[in-house]
């Protein structure tokens, strides 16, 4: 079993710029974040594999969003700038265990992130 530890959510403002990270216990295939804001549903925002590193981002983050990692740390960061209050929402990390995983095994707690105007 892989937990997974997210960090970072807060408060800022319209235009501002938030890194979250998400620290994984064990070993694992891929990394996700998603979000979910009151009322709607949970959406997508980034995921690639650990190895062959080729993020696919939602297009309602791309050129503002970035995924990064630190192997040694078996972290992966969200790098959130010119935040818009659209954005706020709890934001997940999520993991699959392995290349046969059809959905994701394990997530995280969830991070507040709130972008006032």
């Known amino acids: 079993q892989v937990q997974l530890v997210e960090s970072g959510g807060g408060l800022v403002q319209a235009g501002g710029s938030l890194r979250l990270s998400c620290a994984a216990s064990g070993r694992t295939f891929s990394m996700g974040w998603f979000r979910q804001a009151p009322g709607k549903e949970r959406e997508f925002i980034v995921a690639?594999?650990?190895?062959?590193?080729?993020?696919r981002y939602a297009d309602s983050v791309k050129g503002r969003f970035t995924i990064s990692r630190d192997n040694a740390k078996s972290t992966v960061y969200l790098q959130m700038n010119s935040l818009k209050p659209e954005d706020t929402a709890v934001y997940y990390c999520?993991?699959?265990?392995?290349?046969?995983?059809?959905?994701?095994?394990?997530w995280g707690q969830g991070t507040q992130v709130t972008v006032s105007s």
């Open positions: 690639t594999a650990w190895s062959g590193w080729n993020p």
């Open positions: 999520a993991a699959k265990s392995s290349v046969v995983s059809g959905t994701y095994d394990y």
